[in-house]
């Protein structure tokens, strides 16, 4: 009996250790995920379409690489709306492209403050750095007074991808409303079953009496002011999945060997595309082309002015085609535009149809390269139109002030008076003008042989001559009469 006692007690007791066991293996398979393979993409800086073309990379990258778990590392006060909007769709279908099977997680490293908070809401998780902030995610937009409040249509259409976004992802809706909604009061209520919702006035209000009776509430935002959330707060409003002291701490609430994960890098090219496709320096590429353009068509045949012209115009054309804003029809509407211009200069007298309209295709191809969209379909579109054509033609007369400031002190600085001739005909030098003979001709007529803008050839008294007008254009064939001798120049005017 007592070795049958000993033997049932002994079983027990590996029965016992056994469950332990299992129990603390469930414990740390709980605490400890699997080794998941997780790749870290950064989002930092101004948001705009430059940014999203580098993302969209690196996250077909990553998904196609076998990442389940993708980290997006958030440092930004925001940017362009729309650019967010772009990625935010992109980070968001990720789950429906890659089945299920990777989940998209926002670290916000330092800030996610406007478009950044709206990226960080298309993710399934959000963890955040201690010390760091989210929210603020009112639309606004580039106005003829700096940056405006977006229209109320543009709101709605806001409003709707952050519930989108929060109801996709099991985000609180109502909280992250509040983050793009400044008229949304929120509330945190506390039912007694124990219930936790975060509930608008008016939701609040329409709750039946019995089932406010016992409910805790407490303010989260007042009306008026848009929801921004510390990390603390946005973990005890169920926002945020937890607050970590490092990228580290935040990649061990995903996988169970952090130090593999896959850093997602921008390369240089995206970098130069984002710098020159930035507003400041396409428009000191658009002055320093232009510049250059003038000159080309001031001294034809120099060379060098060409050669800066279509290096500038190129890498202008170039980096909004990388990021999506500019394509062929663009690039092929300037060099038409650059033709007809060159054509009404050098071959067609005057300045008319021809002229315009080809100043009129740069201007339009200028427009169309700083924007997704050629007709604007939402008011604020209209609003980014207004902004480009401004750009434009600020840059356009910046431009022309800079090239006449060139043609005024060109003489006097040392690397560019090579271009001007400053040599003059002197008597000492051997040069003998005719003037006595020639102020002769003064009162006699004749006809401009080639176009006079202003100097040119035109027939005086059956001789052929050297001319120049009084300052207007005569056209070949047009009879002129001779007004003033000095020196060597001959000035004419037409007659009549």
């Known amino acids: 009996m007592k070795a049958a006692r000993f033997a049932v007690a002994l079983c027990v007791l590996c029965l016992c250790g056994v469950a332990a066991m299992a129990q603390e293996a469930a414990t740390v398979a709980k605490v400890a995920p699997p080794a998941a393979r997780v790749a870290v993409i950064t989002i930092n800086g101004d948001v705009d379409y430059g940014l999203f073309k580098s993302i969209e990379r690196r ?32 980070i968001d279908g990720v789950k429906l ?70 109801q996709s992802n099991g985000h609180p809706v109502t909280l992250c409303e509040a983050m793009v909604d400044p008229d949304l009061e929120v509330w945190q209520v506390k039912f007694p079953d124990g219930r936790v919702e975060y509930l608008s006035t008016q939701a609040w209000n329409d709750l039946k009496p019995e089932e406010r009776q016992g409910a805790d509430r407490k303010q989260v935002v007042a009306k008026g002011k848009l929801l921004t959330l510390s990390d603390t707060e946005a973990l005890e409003y169920g926002l945020s999945i937890g ?21 997602e890098e921008t390369d240089w ?22 510049v250059a353009l003038y000159m080309a068509f001031k001294i034809p045949g120099l060379g060098a002015p060409e050669v800066v012209a279509i290096l500038c115009f190129g890498l202008l054309f170039f980096s909004k085609f990388m990021i999506g804003m500019a394509g062929m ?45 050629t007709i604007p379909q939402y008011p604020f579109q209209v609003m980014i139109l207004v902004k480009n054509m401004g750009l434009v033609f600020g840059s356009l007369l910046a431009a022309t002030v800079l090239f006449m400031m060139l043609v005024r002190f ?22 003998v003008a005719k003037s006595a003979e020639q102020r002769g001709l003064i009162g006699k007529g004749g006809r401009a042989l080639s ?15 050297n001319v120049m007008s009084d300052g207007e254009y005569i056209e070949a064939g047009e009879e002129v009469v001779v007004i003033d001798v000095k020196g060597n120049s001959i000035f004419v005017a037409r007659k009549g």
Not at 66 to 82: K, M, P, S
């Open 329 to 373: 029809t663009e690039v092929l509407l300037f060099a038409g535009g650059v033709m007809l211009v060159a054509i009404e200069i050098f071959l067609i007298p005057g300045f008319g149809v021809v002229g315009v309209l080809g100043l009129l295709c740069i201007v339009i191809s200028l427009i169309l390269a700083f924007q997704n969209f």
């Open 97 to 166: 492209s890659a089945h299920g099977r990777v989940t998209t997680v926002a670290y916000v490293h330092v800030k996610a403050i406007s478009a950044g908070a709206l990226i960080s809401l298309s993710c399934q998780k959000i963890v955040m750095k201690r010390g760091t902030t989210i929210g603020d995610a009112e639309a606004i937009i580039p106005g003829l007074h700096g940056i405006e409040v977006a229209p109320e249509k543009y709101q709605t259409m806001v409003r709707a991808l952050a519930r989108k976004y929060a």
């Open 269 to 290: 090219s995206e970098g130069l595309v984002r710098l020159l496709s930035s507003g400041p320096a396409s428009v000191i590429l658009i002055i320093v082309g232009m």
């Open 451 to 465: 176009t006079l803008r202003p100097s040119g050839r035109a027939e005086i008294a059956g001789e052929p001559l």
């Open 410 to 431: 060109m003489p006097k600085t040392p690397f560019l008076k090579g271009l001007v001739l400053n040599a003059q005909q002197t008597r000492a030098a051997g040069n």
């Open 243 to 263: 607050s970590v002291g490092s990228r580290e701490e935040a990649l061990a609430l995903f996988t169970s060997t952090p130090g593999t994960a896959i850093r």
């Open 59 to 90: 996250v077909h990258e990553a998904v196609d690489g076998g990442a389940d778990v993708l980290l997006f590392e958030i440092d930004t006060y925001g940017g362009e709306v729309t650019a967010a909007v772009q990625i935010g769709d992109l």
